[in-house]
């Protein structure tokens, strides 16, 4: 018998505690990825027969110059959310535990824009972020001398990328303040203590001894960023929809068009699934290169 | 001047004070510019802070133009319905997992977890057109079902650190005692698991509450929209023509959530922490 195996229990009753979630979870989660395969080797429109057309769609996507775009802007929403919501998130954190008092009041607030939905975020960004009528941004931009820098922000199309991905960020930030913190309040105070009396100023203390402790947390975190930076959808496709024209267009607003609005359903299941592996992909290759540091470090 | 010494000393709480400014700046703005009378709001004032009226009509008009009190109650049935069949499914599967370790039970859960890798995304055709199969798009089942299964992963990854934390000499007491599979389940571990059911029930609400994609997809009819959805819609059907109402509205949606936040924020911010660093 294996340890940790309660007494006296049969295997079939594990399996009857077990089978329900296991069938819910293979319809919802895990048949659509194989259907979804299936779907991005052929043409369809939802209405006539589903044709066979080999990796047509996968090939299509090479010379889609939307979706080429849209692939560079995903990689940008992802790389520069990440940063932000990883050095904010840090900086939250560390400058958190640094005060005496307060610290369990302020977490609250801290904390508030992670329960707010995605879309209330939006539409209140929407708002700041308006000329017609004029919203608080270019507002506050007037009355401080810089009129001339009022502007329609989100018809701005140098501009829509950098705020959807500032917007999505400034949602996420007070997770991986609320992980860094946890991880930071929960260091040994001795080690610190000694850092102290060794003379290590705060600055060094942080770099040389908080960060390496939390070192397997901070780890953890890149990877969660990353992964659901990569799938961010609500915000770009609330604020922005994707443009104007493709500016802040990424791979999951446009698999979503392609989908719902053009009900091209073969190409739209193969952007589909080129994001499933470039998550899994990307994930595993972060995943590789800290492991690799754990070794040599 | 401020000596080195001092600056350093300030430092922190100076930034505490800016990062706190951020993070609750939004949701007062809203609030604030929701209790104007529209007089003052075509003057501009979005752009300050405290309203120099306590008006309520942007509210009475939001709920009168617009089914804001049924996409409220529409959001409240599926996160009743969702959180329901998660925790039914999950905590059975969890001890199984843990406790019940057949052959084959870290396999199982290794299945479960590679969920959390998958986005959404790639199950929404699928799942759309099973839906119109079976005839249950545009019903509450078109969101709860798919809900559930994408949140089933986190729901049995939480429930099973839990159960790995109960000992086994508890639960063998029970079964001595000449109580069944079932029995030692339901009597012994499912009280148990109070605390860490409270927590995985929060911790979906906030994310079954905000969730929008599914909802945006599956579901067309006025009468079955959820609050994001709604709001979505709200938006641009009104937000062009009565700014009160809009905020009105915004301020609406969020309210249960951060009011349900306000109660249990140390428990909020620790699960949706710990369902967060999985695995």
């Known amino acids: 018998m294996r340890k940790n195996q309660l007494l006296g229990t049969p295997s079939w009753a594990g399996w009857l505690f077990v089978a329900p979630a296991l069938l819910m979870f293979t319809a919802v989660v895990m048949v659509p990825i194989v259907w979804s395969s299936y779907l991005s080797l052929g043409v369809w429109n939802g209405l006539g027969k589903w044709r066979f057309n080999a990796g047509a769609n996968y090939l299509s996507m090479l010379s889609d110059t939307v979706f080429r775009h849209a692939l560079l802007n995903s990689l940008f929403f992802s790389l520069v ?4 919501q990883l050095i904010v998130g840090m900086a939250m954190a560390v400058s958190l535990i640094s005060i005496a ?7 609250v607030p801290y904390f508030l824009p992670a329960v707010i939905s995605s879309v209330a975020i939006s539409q209140i960004f929407v708002q700041l972020l308006s000329a017609d009528p004029e919203g608080f941004i270019n507002g506050s931009l007037r ?4 009129g001339e820098h009022t502007q329609p922000f989100l018809s701005n199309t140098s501009l829509t990328l950098t705020i959807v991905t500032l917007v999505d960020a400034y949602k996420f930030c007070a997770i991986y303040m609320a992980i860094f ?16 009396i060794d003379g290590a100023n705060r600055l060094q203390q942080l770099f040389l001894i908080r960060l390496p402790l939390i070192w397997a947390t901070i780890a953890a975190s890149v990877v969660l960023v990353v992964s659901g930076t990569l799938r961010g959808f609500d915000i770009p496709f609330v604020m922005t929809g994707g443009g104007p024209g493709t500016s802040s267009e990424l791979v999951s607003t446009y698999m979503y068009k392609t989908l719902f609005s053009q009900s091209n359903f073969g190409y739209g299941s193969a952007i589909a699934i080129f994001l499933v592996v470039e998550c899994l992909l990307i994930v595993a290759i972060i995943r590789k290169a800290f492991s690799a540091t754990e070794k040599t470090g | 001047m401020l000596s080195r010494h001092k600056l350093t000393a300030w430092l922190p709480t100076v930034l505490v004070a800016i990062f706190l400014v951020i993070q609750i700046f939004p949701i007062v703005w809203v609030i604030s510019a929701s209790l104007q009378t529209p007089e003052a709001l075509a003057r501009g004032p979005s752009n300050r802070l405290i309203p120099d009226t306590l008006y309520f009509g942007n509210y009475v008009r939001a709920f009168e133009t617009s089914p804001l009190l049924q996409y409220l109650l529409n959001s409240t049935i599926i996160a009743v319905l969702t959180i329901g069949l998660t925790i039914l499914l999950a905590a059975p599967a969890a001890y199984a997992i843990e406790k019940l370790r057949f052959n084959g039970s870290q396999i199982v859960l290794n299945y479960f977890l590679l969920g959390l890798m998958i986005p959404v995304f790639v199950a929404l055709l699928p799942i759309f057109q099973s839906l119109g199969f079976l005839g249950i798009r545009n019903s509450y089942w078109a969101v709860v079902l798919p809900q559930v299964g994408f949140q089933l992963p986190v729901a049995i990854y939480l429930y099973a650190s839990f159960f790995r934390s109960i000992p086994n000499e508890l639960l063998e007491a029970a079964s001595i005692d000449g109580a069944g599979v079932f029995r030692t389940f339901w009597s012994v571990a499912v009280p148990l698991s109070i605390n860490a059911t409270i927590t995985i029930v929060v911790y979906n609400f906030i994310f079954i509450w905000n969730e929008f994609v599914f909802a945006n997809t599956f579901l067309t009819s006025d009468a079955l929209k959820t609050l994001p959805v709604g709001l979505n819609d709200f938006v641009s059907d009104m937000g062009r023509r009565d700014y009160g109402a809009t905020y009105a509205a915004i301020v609406v949606s969020v309210l249960p959530t951060v009011a349900l936040y306000l109660f249990l924020n140390r428990r909020i911010i620790d699960s949706m922490t710990a369902g967060a660093v999985r695995g």
Not at chain 1, 101 to 107: A, D, L, S, T
Not at chain 1, 181 to 196: I, K, R, T
């Open chain 1, 81 to 84: 959310g990440s940063l932000i």
């Open chain 1, 101 to 107: 008092r307060f610290r369990n009041i302020v977490r």
């Open chain 1, 143 to 146: 009355s401080i001398g810089l």
């Open chain 1, 181 to 196: 913190y946890s991880a930071l309040v929960s260091l040994d105070q001795d080690v610190l203590a000694a850092a102290e």
